[in-house]
């Protein structure tokens, strides 16, 4: 048996949490065969023990049939950068130069105006949170939000070799064509342009090394996403949705998108899943606060006023369950529902996303666990 023979085998291998196998992962190395035994070098930088144990098992399982003496070895090297020797080629080779960068997550959605792009800053900057290097690209072409939403008002600087520099700011490598076009200029452009200035922001944009690289992605499935997930090796995508079904049968179509391509899927965010009204009663009676509650009409359930007079009352103005139905259609995680909320709505339209200027928020703390969720789905 032959080393083209092995890889065939080891297709069926899928990683843990993903449909796409370990070998179009690029996570075999190097496989050497000698007699009746077999070395595979396999990178793997999960620090999840149970992930690592049930790969190794697959792969025993399978080639015992084969072989007397299996030897696996763990190997500490990015599995989504093949060397030049790697016995099994990945089935999507990135095009872009992009080999300081560990990690690169889109932030997707078939429909518009579901708000890819405060979560994808608030998750940009909840991944810098937890000291990761992480540059955050806005690919929205037509309609760049991002320098709103982080509060930029200034322009790129340049290499000498005439590479853009990603502007920093609060911790975050940040790239829109927003900072090039300027926000109120109208941009008109076919779909060879579009795809010639995607390609730009990685190939002549400086980004150093990277863990995150997170992308903002226009909604649809249009000239941007075909040139990514023709050019790009990601780790995967993040789907958006907002709780109706009406909003689902566009999302679907991006979700299917990226299926078809063999890109990830790596969960599914709720967004708008109820708005949240955070609030005091003032002048109540500290000492005898369990006899007050709050009563509004169309809510059924009692709405509680806490010792210090705080209440939180969720409504839910949309019908529920939209996200959850979609991450059961994809076999993949719900990462969390986040509601609406006021205090984001102020926090955006300042330049100071509410996980920066409300880190105790509620809504701070879901896209804190939607963070922890994505890093753990992640095979390095």
């Known amino acids: 048996m032959d080393n083209p023979q092995i890889l065939e085998l080891l297709k069926s291998v899928k990683y843990p949490g993903f449909s796409r196998d370990i070998v179009s992962f690029g996570l075999i190395k190097e496989?050497?065969?000698?007699?009746?035994?077999?070395?595979?070098?396999?990178?793997?930088?999960?620090?999840?023990?149970?992930?690592?144990?049930?790969?190794?098992?697959?792969?025993?399982?399978?080639?015992?049939?084969?072989?007397k003496?299996?030897?696996?070895?763990?190997?500490?090297?990015?599995?989504?950068?093949?060397?030049?020797?790697?016995?099994?080629?990945?089935?999507?080779?990135?095009?872009?130069?992009?080999?300081?960068?560990?990690?690169?997550?889109?932030?997707?959605?078939?429909?518009?105006?579901?708000?890819?792009?405060?979560?994808?800053?608030?998750?940009?900057?909840?991944?810098?949170?937890?000291?990761?290097?992480?540059?955050?690209?806005?690919?929205?072409?037509?309609?760049p939000s991002l320098p709103i939403i982080l509060g930029i008002n200034k322009s790129p600087g340049m290499t000498e070799d005439r590479k853009i520099i990603p502007i920093e700011h609060y911790g975050l490598k940040v790239m829109s064509f927003g900072f090039i076009s300027g926000n109120d200029?109208?941009?008109?452009?076919?779909?060879?342009?579009?795809?010639?200035?995607?390609?730009?922001?990685?190939?002549?944009?400086?980004?150093?090394?990277?863990?995150?690289?997170?992308?903002?992605?226009?909604?649809?499935?249009?000239?941007?996403?075909?040139?990514l997930t023709q050019k790009l090796r990601m780790s995967g995508a993040v789907i958006v949705t907002t709780p109706q079904d009406i909003a689902l049968a566009d999302v679907q179509k991006g979700a299917d998108m990226f299926r078809k391509v063999h890109t990830p899927i790596i969960g599914v965010i709720e967004n708008m899943s109820s708005l949240l009204i955070n609030g005091k009663v003032k002048g109540l009676d500290k000492?005898?606060?369990?006899?007050?509650?709050?009563?509004?009409?169309?809510?059924?359930?009692?709405?509680?006023?806490?010792?210090?007079?705080?209440?939180?009352?969720?409504?839910?103005?949309?019908?529920?369950?939209?996200?959850?139905?979609?991450?059961?259609?994809?076999d993949v995680p719900l990462l969390g529902k986040i509601p609406i909320s006021i205090e984001m709505m102020h926090a955006t339209d300042k330049g100071e996303p509410i996980i920066l200027s409300q880190p105790n928020n509620s809504v701070s703390n879901i896209f804190r666990d939607i963070v922890n969720k994505i890093d753990s789905q992640l095979i390095n």
């Not at 990945?90 to 997550?105: D, G, H």
């Not at 939180?312 to 103005?317: D, E, K």
Request: hydrophobic letters at 35%; a negative charge.
């Open 185 to 227: 200029t109208p941009v008109i452009w076919r779909g060879p342009l579009v795809s010639r200035m995607t390609e730009q922001f990685f190939n002549d944009v400086h980004w150093g090394e990277l863990d995150y690289l997170v992308l903002d992605l226009p909604p649809g499935t249009g000239d941007i996403q075909l040139t």
């Open 69 to 143: 003496k299996i030897n696996i070895e763990i190997i500490d090297e990015s599995p989504n950068r093949p060397t030049p020797n790697q016995t099994g080629t990945p089935a999507q080779q990135s095009q872009f130069n992009l080999s300081n960068i560990k990690n690169v997550i889109a932030i997707a959605s078939g429909k518009g105006g579901v708000g890819k792009s405060t979560i994808a800053a608030n998750i940009a900057l909840a991944l810098r949170e937890d000291n990761y290097s992480v540059g955050l690209l806005d690919l929205d072409i037509y309609g």
């Open 31 to 67: 496989i050497t065969i000698n007699n009746d035994t077999i070395n595979i070098d396999l990178a793997l930088k999960t620090k999840n023990e149970e992930k690592k144990n049930e790969v190794v098992n697959s792969i025993n399982q399978i080639l015992s049939q084969h072989f």
């Open 287 to 330: 000492n005898n606060t369990d006899n007050y509650s709050l009563d509004i009409n169309g809510i059924d359930e009692k709405i509680n006023i806490n010792d210090d007079g705080s209440f939180s009352i969720p409504i839910n103005l949309f019908k529920s369950g939209g996200g959850l139905k979609e991450s059961k259609r994809l």
